[in-house]
């Protein structure tokens, strides 16, 4: 887990060294450490009632970047103009959000 952890976490790094140097933004290792980093381990079962139960409400990511890898279950939708759409899931892909707080 630990590895697995580091690993995310350079990861999210480059990416957003990156995403910040094409803004012209070349202070983002002067101010970022790396300490406010996290792994969070969701797991959402397939429902056997799903036409008769919600899941979470719409939102937004509010950090700053989240990596992002799903099962074969799927249930992730983005909003895409004013539709949501559903987001096939790849095993071999990982999903990267821009969050409120880079924005």
């Known amino acids: 887990m630990k590895e697995y952890a580091a690993a995310m976490q350079g990861l999210a ?4 060294t990156v995403l910040a140097m094409n803004l012209g933004q070349g202070i983002f ?32 990511d509010s950090n700053f970047l989240t990596v992002l890898h799903q099962d074969g279950v799927g249930g ?16 071999d892909a990982l999903i990267v959000n821009i969050g409120d707080l880079f924005q």
């Open 13 to 16: 790094r480059e990416l957003a």
């Open 29 to 60: 290792e002067e101010i970022c450490d790396g300490s406010d980093s996290y792994l969070r381990m969701n797991r959402y079962p397939p429902c056997m009632m799903s036409a008769e139960v919600f899941g979470l409400v719409p939102h937004t």
């Open 76 to 91: 992730l939708q983005l909003m895409k103009g004013s539709d949501w759409v559903a987001v096939k899931p790849n095993p």
